[in-house]
């Protein structure tokens, strides 16, 4: 699906290859406008709102995803930078940053673009009755499940580096290069731990 298409959604990066290493820089838009071109609150990509993320290749959604990261989207896309090489990253977060760095390698451009919700009043319950709570939220993964399924209705399938929603396993490099980080990351946990007995 083209990001033309969407009505929901607005763009926030642009994907840029660090020259040299493994990592990838993120050129985050100034005075970003919602998806009608009305401004945006300064803390949208920081504050943890309700959001889901699109990676788009030349104009193409490659991904959609949800997080809750309370650094808000730039906390959420942090991992995509280096795929968290020198932690231990979930095979997801590697995967896809496995994809995106494979991919922008090749020349394609890769942007980020985000649909979010604001927060509304509601009355929520507590142990004694309902409590009007200004700045209530939805789940993201509410915003991220219809997303999907708008995606589905029009190209029956799910965008391609959604793995895990399309039942697939991983690439063999990315699961070969995921265990090696995984190991490495474990060996150096061992060590520390022994260096402090």
């Known amino acids: 699906m083209h990001i033309s298409q969407v009505k929901t959604a607005f763009k926030i990066a642009d994907v840029e290859y660090v020259k040299n290493s493994t990592k990838l820089n993120f050129n985050y838009l100034t005075d970003l406008k919602d998806e009608n071109g009305n401004p945006l609150p300064k803390d ?42 020198n ?8 995967g896809v940053w496995y994809f995106l760095y494979s991919t922008i390698l090749t020349g394609k451009k890769i942007e980020f673009y985000m649909i979010y919700h604001d927060d509304f009043e509601a009355e929520v319950k507590g142990l004694f009755g309902l409590h009007k709570v200004p700045n209530a939220s939805i789940n993201c993964k509410v915003i991220e499940e219809c997303c999907l399924t708008d995606y589905l209705s029009v190209e029956n399938q799910y965008p391609d580096w959604n793995i895990q929603e399309q039942g697939k396993d991983w690439p063999e490099e990315v699961k070969k290069e995921h265990s090696a980080i995984t190991r490495k990351s474990l060996k150096n946990k061992s060590k520390r731990k022994q260096a402090e007995m």
């Not at 959001?51 to 959420?76: F, H, P």
């Not at 932690?87 to 590697?94: D, L, M, Q, V, W």
Request: hydrophobic share 30%.
């Open 87 to 94: 932690g231990r990253p979930s095979i997801r977060s590697y």
């Open 44 to 85: 949208i990509l920081t504050k943890n709102y309700s959001r889901v993320y699109l990676i788009v290749v030349n104009g193409e959604i490659k991904k959609i995803g949800a997080s809750q990261d309370k650094g808000g989207m730039k906390g959420t896309l942090s991992i995509y930078r280096d795929g968290g090489i």
